[in-house]
């Protein structure tokens, strides 16, 4: 382990915050740090304000020998970062950087290009740390996550094919499902006609609402391929919110109205006009409202409101549902997961709508928060997407 001295030796290591089993000297203390450091399987390094080491174990010497890529240039030709939509991460907004600002960098992933020009995905982690209530470096965390990264991605691929081959079948059988409802309504009145109808009618209706729900459910899996891959794209145009909300609400309609729910609707008189994509803006509406109605006892409460927050418009759906506890709040926008057994009793989802509500969000350059008191307190969910700058706007 390399360690540079620099004014107060070792002042930025802190004996007393540790508890020790047995009392050591300084030497011994330095001696037991340089070891512990040497042989964690991770690269550890301390820096100064500048970016330059003031000590390393040789893991860190081989991916950064000079010190922070975000800050000595002769590094950043060998590492770059990718934000969730494929997008390259400025050097002022890489870890280094953001710690000497003072902020907490928990596990940004990276790319980092070795000697012979083979790639490898990394974590990197890295806090402030300060001397006298005053910033004087950074502590770094590099870990190699490439292994983790590569079986992600063959389960990613592994969805999306799956998802592919699923999708044309299912959608031969839904077309020949509706083909069929729509033979047995148009021939003429008889009483076999009658018969056969009052047979047929009930277990075709199932059929093809557990194909719809097939679809739906392989669809939310190929977006979130999309997502993964960074191959999602939104088709924006300028457009009113008003119509899109009331196409969401009409889709929803049979899923609130099977619960026996009543919805209140809240919208302004003037039209918020947005630039985003009017299919993916509506899918974030649909899916919160439907969410609302799975995770809300019968003959619950749903209330939905569009409003305006300086230059975003909010869309705020909440209900008198199961609420969400605090221990899941952190985790509601993770992928497949749920945060309780819907009211209804029964599972139908993978637990990816929450998941690509954010995504989408995100896309348009909004974001999503999440409210909730508690278990059986019902929760609200908060979209903000930024208004089209416009002469009205």
């Not at 050591?24 to 080491?53: F, N």
């Not at 806090?127 to 992600?152: C, L, T, W, Y």
């Amino acid at each position: 382990m390399q360690v540079v001295q620099s004014e107060g030796d070792f002042g930025i290591f802190h004996m007393d915050k540790f508890r020790l089993h047995k009392t050591l000297t300084k030497r011994e203390y330095i001696a037991l740090l340089k070891k512990v450091c040497e042989q964690v399987p991770v690269g550890i390094g301390v820096m100064d304000t500048k970016g330059r080491w003031l000590m390393t174990n040789a893991t860190m010497e081989d991916y950064l020998p000079k010190g922070a890529p975000s800050i000595i240039r002769e590094n950043v030709i060998h590492w770059r970062a990718y934000d969730e939509y494929g997008h390259l991460v400025p050097r002022k907004n890489w870890p280094g950087q953001r710690a000497l600002r003072g902020e907490v960098v928990q596990g940004m992933e990276m790319i980092f290009t070795q000697k012979d020009g083979s790639e490898r995905w990394m974590r990197v982690s890295t806090v402030p740390f300060r001397d006298a209530h005053k910033i004087a470096g950074a502590i770094s965390v590099v870990q190699d996550i490439n292994e983790i990264k590569m079986a992600e991605e063959a389960k990613n691929d592994f969805i999306s094919m799956l998802s592919h081959e699923l999708r044309n079948p299912l959608a031969t059988v839904l077309t020949s499902v509706e083909l069929l409802t729509s033979e047995i309504n148009h021939v003429r009145e008889t009483p076999v006609r009658n018969r056969l109808r009052t047979i047929v009618t009930e277990p075709v209706a199932l059929v093809e609402h557990q194909i719809k729900t097939m679809v739906r459910l392989i669809n939310d899996l190929l977006d979130i391929s999309r997502i993964v891959h960074r191959k999602i794209s939104l088709n924006k145009e300028i457009v009113e919110l008003h119509p899109i909300v009331e196409r969401a609400i009409a889709a929803c309609r049979p899923d609130i109205n099977a619960a026996r729910h009543s919805l209140a609707v809240s919208m302004p008189k003037k039209a918020y006009v947005l630039r985003g994509d009017p299919v993916r803006i509506e899918q974030i509406i649909v899916n919160l409202l439907k969410n609302a109605a799975k995770y809300t006892p019968k003959r619950g409460h749903i209330w939905l409101s569009v409003s305006r927050a300086g230059r975003n418009a909010v869309i705020r759906v909440k209900d008198d549902g199961i609420g969400i506890s605090k221990e899941k709040i952190a985790e509601i926008f993770k992928p497949f997961s749920q945060a309780a057994k819907p009211a209804s009793g029964s599972y139908e989802g993978l637990g990816l709508g929450l998941t690509l509500v954010q995504s989408l969000s995100q896309l348009h350059g909004g974001s999503i928060r999440v409210n909730s008191k508690g278990g059986g307190r019902g929760s609200e969910f908060v979209v903000q997407l930024p208004l089209a700058l416009t002469k009205q706007h």
